[in-house]
């Protein structure tokens, strides 16, 4: 089946401008998760959304960062106002429920700001 | 706090050699799970493995290998005959196994880049 997929797979955006960031996780799979990967941070957790619950946003670094779940499926991660510090590929994943289940991750958005 | 450390920042072997990545974590939870994952040039990450803290017993796939040893809190990944294929960057994470709402999200290492020469 479809595995992540996620769009854009780049996107090159101007210091200041807002952006939006799409993830369509694996069919059935309710919990779904945002990384970030980037040079001098590694791989690090953003947001977690499970079924109705809500989010955790515990990762998210400023208020610049919000996501959002709609229909318990397709999730679109927004950074406002861009900084050259947020530039790194944005990844996401999902597993089939809560629990410390096996995450399927998509190929990325590499986001660069200018 | 959780973390896991993954000392070899790069390695490089020959073809048909063995490979073993280190992988060593930190964590104050009794129940937890150990992953592996890679990430070839093309950048998606390919889950490997998932294992949980109770279960000790070493697991062969193929020509991988893991070994899992509480003792000294480390779950190294074995490559036996590497092939140019198995160039990538692998990454050795940790997560807490809570539930009832609780993330489970992975803790990553910093990541081994295996490079294998013909």
């Known amino acids: 089946g479809a595995g992540v997929s996620q769009s854009p797979s780049n996107k090159v955006t101007e210091k200041g401008k807002d952006v939006e960031l799409r993830c369509d996780p694996i069919?059935?799979?309710?919990?779904l998760y945002w990384y970030r990967q980037s040079l001098g941070q590694g791989l690090e957790f953003l947001i977690y959304?499970?079924?109705?619950?809500?989010p955790d946003k515990s990762g998210l670094p400023s208020d610049r960062f919000s996501a959002e779940r709609t229909g318990g499926s397709v999730s679109t991660l927004t950074i406002q106002r861009t900084q050259q510090e947020d530039s790194a590929v944005y990844l996401c994943?999902?597993?089939w429920g809560g629990g410390a289940l096996e995450q399927f991750f998509g190929p990325g958005t590499r986001l660069t700001v200018l | 706090a959780q973390k896991v450390t993954q000392a070899q920042t790069e390695i490089s072997v020959v073809e048909k050699e063995d490979v073993t990545l280190d992988c060593v974590y930190e964590?104050?939870?009794?129940?937890?799970?150990l992953f592996w994952y890679k990430q070839p040039p093309s950048g998606e990450l390919v889950f490997l493995i998932r294992?949980?803290?109770?279960?000790?017993q070493n697991e062969i796939s193929g020509r991988y290998s893991w070994n899992f040893q509480k003792s000294t809190s480390s779950f190294n990944f074995t490559i036996t005959a590497s092939q140019v294929v198995d160039s990538a960057v692998y990454f050795c994470?940790?997560?807490?196994?809570?539930?009832?709402?609780?993330?489970?999200?992975?803790?990553f290492g910093t990541g081994t880049l295996l490079a294998v020469q013909p």
């Open positions: 994943a999902s597993s």
């Open positions: 964590t104050r939870d009794t129940t937890y799970y």
């Open positions: 294992r949980n803290s109770f279960d000790e």
């Open positions: 994470a940790l997560s807490e196994a809570r539930y009832g709402g609780a993330t489970n999200k992975l803790i």
């Open positions: 069919s059935g799979h309710t919990a």
């Open positions: 959304f499970q079924g109705n619950s809500a």
